[in-house]
Structures are given as C-alpha cells and as structure tokens.
T-cell receptor
Framework: ETGVTQTPRHLVMGMTNKKSLKCEQHLGHNAMYWYKQSAKKPLELMFVYSLEERVENNSVPSRFSPECPNSSHLFLHLHTLQPEDSALYLC????????????FGPGTRLTVT | EDQVTQSPEALRLQEGESSSLNCSYTVSGLRGLFWYRQDPGKGPEFLFTLYSAGEEKEKERLKATLTKKESFLHITAPKPEDSATYLCAVQATLNSGGSNYKLTFGKGTLLTVNP
C-alpha cells in the first residue's frame, strides 16, 4: 500500500448504529487530519492530530469521536448519527503540523439512513 | 476570517480549448495557496503550492499563478482526462492569527472537457 488509505470506502448505517472509519498513511508523516466534504460545500476540517496528540477539535458534535493510536493510524468512531451527517469523510496527512502540503486518502462515502 | 471564492462553479470546454480557473482569496497573511484536483468519488490530489505573489508553477498542461488577491489555474489545450473538480485552498501565517496548518478551501470548479 502507498499513500493514504481509508476503509471502508462506502458505509451505510442507521441512526442507532455504531461504526468506525479507519485511515492509514504509509508516508512516514507525523500529522493527520479528518475532513468532511458535503455536496456544494467546501471541505470542513474536523480534527487534527500531531504525533498522536489532538491539536484541534473544530466544534464537531460529540457523536464523532476520533482516535489516533500511533502516527500512522487514525480512526473516526461514529454513533447515533443524523441523516445530515451523510457525506464524504476524508483523511489527510502531512509531514509535520506546520508542513504545507496535505495528502488525502480516497475517502469514505457515508450514508446515514 | 479567511475566505476563498472560486469561479466559475462549472466550466465546459472542448478538447484543445485553453482557459483559466480563478481563485480569489482573503487572508490576513498568506503562508501558502494550494491547488488540488479531485476526481468523482476520490480524495483531492495535490497539484501545486504557491507562496508569494508573482510565483508560477507548471505541470503538464497546467500552470498556476499567484497575485496578492487571486490565483489562476491556466489549462492549455486540455484533454478529456483533465475533467475533474479543481480545488483551491489557502493557509494563513501564524503571526496573522492563523493556525499554520489549517487549510481554508473554496467550493471548487467542476471542469468538463469534451472530446
């Protein structure tokens, strides 16, 4: 595997379900990010981790819970989501927190029914 | 607050018909301006970073330029495989109140190149 990978690529879940999104980066980077991309809206930054430490929680509802067990892996735990949470969830990484370029994974298309 | 506006929202070109995409931005101190390409159902793919006014970068049929208020992505003799959404993002400097890692994105320009 190369670059940034995400699993699953597609997920359909009910509002009472609990699921997790997984991201893995194979670039040796130290910073990882979660973004939400909804139709007709710009990418929204959700969470930022640097060396497994969360440095930003961008006013995201508590039904989204991130976890970063090491610098290569990032999870987004989901529970009791709402239909408006349906979106493409993108993971990204960069060499360090202050490094310019962020590299994105393919995303997880989430549908909440 | 940092703002990025991209125009047009959608652009349809014939193969070989050159054009430009616009990214207007407002940021108190620019650390970098980024262009990404995003294909349907995929994550954004990094294209260019521009740091200061007057800078230009090229990659195949794409050329990105930067002024103090906007950036242009020029597409020369496009091919159908250039069809994608092109995203622009800015990053502010720390001493202007920025977080030095947060990217503020525009909504993108959907480019369609017909054969």
């Amino acid at each position: 595997e190369t670059g940034v990978t995400q699993t699953p690529r597609h997920l359909v879940m009910g509002m009472t379900n609990k699921k997790s999104l997984k991201c893995e980066q194979h670039l040796g980077h130290n910073a990882m990010y979660w973004y939400k991309q909804s139709a007709k809206k710009p990418l929204e930054l959700m969470f930022v981790y640097s060396l497994e430490e969360r440095v930003e929680n961008n006013s995201v509802p508590s039904r989204f819970s991130p976890e970063c067990p090491n610098s290569s892996h990032l999870f987004l735990h989901l529970h009791t989501l709402q239909p408006e949470d349906s979106a493409l969830y993108l993971c990204a990484s960069s060499q360090d927190l202050g490094t310019y370029e962020q590299y994105f994974g393919p995303g997880t298309r989430l549908t909440v029914t | 607050e940092d703002q990025v506006t991209q125009s047009p929202e959608a652009l349809r070109l014939q193969e070989g018909e050159s054009s430009s995409l616009n990214c207007s931005y407002t940021v108190s101190g620019l650390r970098g301006l980024f262009w990404y390409r995003q294909d349907p159902g995929k994550g954004p793919e990094f294209l260019f970073t521009l740091y200061s006014a007057g800078e230009e970068k090229e990659k195949e049929r794409l050329k990105a330029t930067l002024t103090k208020k906007e950036s242009f992505l020029h597409i020369t003799a496009p091919k159908p495989e250039d069809s994608a959404t092109y995203l622009c993002a800015v990053q502010a400097t720390l001493n202007s109140g920025g977080s030095n890692y947060k990217l503020t994105f525009g909504k993108g320009t959907l480019l369609t190149v017909n054969p």
